[in-house]
């Protein structure tokens, strides 16, 4: 069974920057696709970014490109959220996911093709 803890939430001014970690406890992120989801009240959750940890590959949702990217911390073993230039639209619940399949990173902006999520970590931009 594999945990999955978020860090790095926290109440930042507009224009600034915060970096959420995603770290696994129970087995390291090889194979894994790993994924950045969020959710503002009264909201669906909605993708924000992905990571293949095997294949390298990455991919951002077109509301955060240019000001989010992911990343691995190989020694941590964790997936790394920057965020930089936050706006108030940012305000959410930030949720981190975990998954095995192989097809998944096919699937990697739907919620329901992950296996594992995190409790989730509260990021508030004021205006």
């Known amino acids: 069974q594999v945990q999955l803890v978020e860090s790095g939430g926290g109440l930042v001014q507009a224009g600034g920057s915060l970096r959420l970690s995603c770290a696994a406890s129970g087995r390291t992120f090889y194979s894994h696709t790993v994924g950045w989801f969020r959710q503002a009240p009264g909201k669906e959750r909605e993708f924000v970014a992905a990571?293949?940890?095997?294949?390298?590959?990455?991919d951002v949702a077109d509301s955060v490109e240019g000001r989010f990217t992911i990343s691995r911390d190989n020694a941590k073993n964790t997936v790394i959220l920057q965020m930089n230039k936050l706006e108030p639209e940012d305000t959410a619940v930030y949720f981190c996911a975990a998954g095995v399949s192989i097809y998944l990173w096919t699937f990697r902006r739907e919620m329901s093709k992950y296996d594992y999520w995190g409790q989730g970590t509260q990021v508030t931009v004021s205006s």
């Open positions: 990571y293949n940890w095997n294949g390298l590959n990455s």
